[in-house]
């Protein structure tokens, strides 16, 4: 493998580490892309826990939308628990406020006999829409973020996976 | 093919690209076999008895706040919202009510083009249910109790005037996007929410001021909280 | 992947052949002297750099500032990824269009493009050559010569890339290269093996326009043109 490396020139050599740079380049940019125009940090989550099944099992891939500011009770949000990184997608069961007021929700997994007040920080009763919610869920499909668990549950594959597709695309040249 | 690799590849790419097509077509066609018009649908809600007590959210929690304990009639047939991409319909009926205008005028974030300057009702989910299948999607339910006690978010709920029960549902599909529907008849007449039940020693004694007819004294508000 | 001399490739890949072939150009014709103009893929090169450049910076931004105060500027950076990643395609689709080499020889430039039609093992090769101005002449235009040989030319069966076939290819289809190595033009004409038998029949059938190489068509024609000198 490296003797067909150094057997190439350096433009060679830099036009397939272009190819590589590429290929991640134009994937960031499309999740950045699809973040700017959904106004959420992050408009494709995974489930991780069972706490909206049947709906939901953990794997699930959910798509988010966050320019609506006017979430509904009824609807399923991911929000951030204040302090730290954790995204929890629940579905509100009570909401206040609105137009000129802060909007106020509470929420509460299907699954989950009581509703979320203990999960939230110390002091806090109901979450901000604005500042809490980073978007709604509005798409579905089963199964496929399964990999990203897989991926967060031994990392080591992560670097498996990511030197794997290195060597394929500098070494291919199709 | 010209490797065992390339042949994997190619299988493997094959199997995901109609694994997409099929997707979409499911998500596609079942998102238009749903009734375009939640009216179409026949569901009613009835107000049966509404008590409104002191309670505490949580059995640690120091906080005294007045709950609701609702009770209803509920009519549904939502057979019609079940195609072949229902995965599940969540149904849910919420107490919608004004919020009452505080001269305390809090923090406003307020944006450029807001639709409204008023705040919108309050609503609160007082009961829901999970339904999977289209042989359970007829309900007909009396005098239910709600799973859930509800409070506003000031803590005060007696006395509040114009409220309404509704009814409302969610259709989860196996793969595409979610819809939520509600019916205009699955509206129930406006009704208030009672003074607080005084907690006084004679049972039943007090005047409380309940629209409907009293049930049997259901003080369980105290420490049995929303965790139904 | 660039193969040195000996080692083999898989011989059903299209793909490889083509890489191979194409790889194996530049290293000849620098050999023979000629001067390698870098100026597409310098230009390809600083095209895909700058959009990758934006999409770090972006990624950086977007790190340690957050997704809430840099909004603004990833929307920008997101647009103008898109048009520069634009601009590349199009420039690899419509400017390079498959060149492999650009370069000159004692005045002669030249532009070498390869294509391989799907499926089909035929390596054909499109050369423009623009002689330099002869003092009669007011000015010299480019000339082009298309050419086209199967893999097996300089492939043997078992894949490995036979320098000196293809070279003898090169020396004898295109005019410049012919003068610039005699050797190799003069050689294939004069040996009479059973391979160049059929090399010969193959390059008289592809003179006379008939694209029948690939269908074992061996009928000799008599007139060649007179192209490249001996």
């Known amino acids: 493998m490296l003797s067909a490396i150094s057997g190439m020139q350096p433009r060679q050599l830099a036009a397939q580490v272009l190819n590589f740079a590429l290929v991640l380049s134009t994937a960031f940019m499309l999740w950045k892309g699809l973040s700017v125009a959904t106004d959420s940090p992050s408009p494709i989550v995974v489930v991780l826990s069972g706490s909206m099944e049947p709906a939901f099992q953990r794997g699930d891939l959910l798509f988010l939308w966050n320019r609506a500011r006017n979430t509904q009770i009824g609807e399923v949000v991911v929000y951030n628990v204040r302090g730290k990184d954790i995204p929890i997608v629940h579905r509100v069961v009570r909401k206040f406020g609105g137009g000129i007021k802060p909007l106020r929700l509470l929420t509460k997994g299907d699954n989950n006999l009581a509703d979320d007040t203990e999960l939230y920080a110390r002091g806090q009763d109901y979450l901000d829409r604005a500042a809490d919610v980073i978007g709604s869920v509005k798409g579905y499909i089963p199964f496929v973020g399964y990999v990203t668990i897989l991926i967060s549950e031994h990392p080591w594959l992560k670097t498996v996976i990511f030197g794997l597709m290195g060597a394929v695309v500098v070494l291919q040249r199709e | 093919m010209h490797s065992t690799l390339v042949r994997a590849q190619n299988v493997f790419g094959f199997f995901t690209t109609v694994a997409f097509i099929v997707g979409a077509l499911v998500a596609v066609t079942g998102y238009f076999s749903l009734p375009s018009d939640g009216n179409s649908l026949d569901v009613s809600v009835d107000l049966k008895n509404v008590q409104v007590a002191r309670g505490r959210p949580h059995y640690y929690s120091s906080k005294r706040e007045e709950y609701a304990q609702i009770r209803f009639d509920l009519d549904a047939d939502l057979s019609p919202l079940f195609t072949w991409n229902t995965k599940q319909v969540f149904l849910y009926i919420m107490a919608s009510y004004p919020p009452s205008v505080s001269s305390a005028s809090r923090d406003s974030k307020k944006k450029g083009s807001s639709p409204s300057p008023n705040p919108g009702p309050s609503n609160a989910i007082i009961y829901d249910k999970i339904i999977t299948s289209r042989d359970e999607a007829h309900l007909e339910l009396r005098n239910q109790r709600s799973k859930y006690q509800i409070t506003d978010i000031s803590g005060r709920i007696a006395n509040r005037h114009n409220a309404t029960l509704e009814v409302a549902w969610n259709v989860q599909p196996w793969v595409g996007a979610l819809t939520w529907g509600t019916s205009s008849e699955g509206r129930s007449k406006a009704f208030a929410f009672p003074a607080l039940k005084s907690t006084g020693a004679g049972g039943g004694g007090a005047a409380t001021a309940t629209k409907k007819k009293n049930v049997a004294g259901e003080q369980t508000m105290g420490s049995a909280a929303p965790a139904a | ?230």
């Open chain 3, 1 to 230: 992947m660039a193969s040195g001399a000996g080692s083999k490739i898989a011989v059903y890949s299209l793909s490889d052949l083509k890489n191979t072939t194409d790889d194996a150009l530049p290293n000849y014709l620098n050999s023979l002297k000629f001067k390698q103009s870098h100026y597409l893929s310098d230009v390809r090169l600083a095209l895909g750099y700058s959009a990758v450049a934006i999409a770090g910076g972006t990624f950086y931004f977007d790190y340690t500032l957050g997704f809430e105060k840099t909004k603004g500027y990833t929307l920008w950076a997101v647009i103008l990824y898109f048009i520069l990643n634009s601009v590349f395609t199009y420039w690899i689709w419509a400017v390079e269009r498959g060149t492999v080499y650009v370069g000159e020889w004692r005045g002669t430039q030249v532009k070498l493009q390869s294509h391989v039609k799907k499926h089909t093992p035929v390596y054909d090769l499109a050369v423009q050559y623009k002689p330099p101005k002869a003092s009669s002449k007011a000015g010299s235009e480019w000339k082009r010569v298309e050419t086209s040989a199967p893999f097996n030319t300089w492939f043997s069966a078992d894949g490995a890339f036979v320098a000196k076939r293809f070279q003898q290819w090169l020396a004898t289809e295109i005019p410049v290269i012919g003068q610039a190595d005699p050797a190799s033009a003069g050689k294939a004409s004069n040996e009479s093996s059973s391979v160049d038998v059929q090399l010969n029949a193959l390059r008289a059938t592809e003179l006379a326009g008939l694209d029948a190489a690939a269908h074992g068509d061996k009928s000799k024609k008599s007139n060649k043109k007179g192209r490249s000198p001996r």
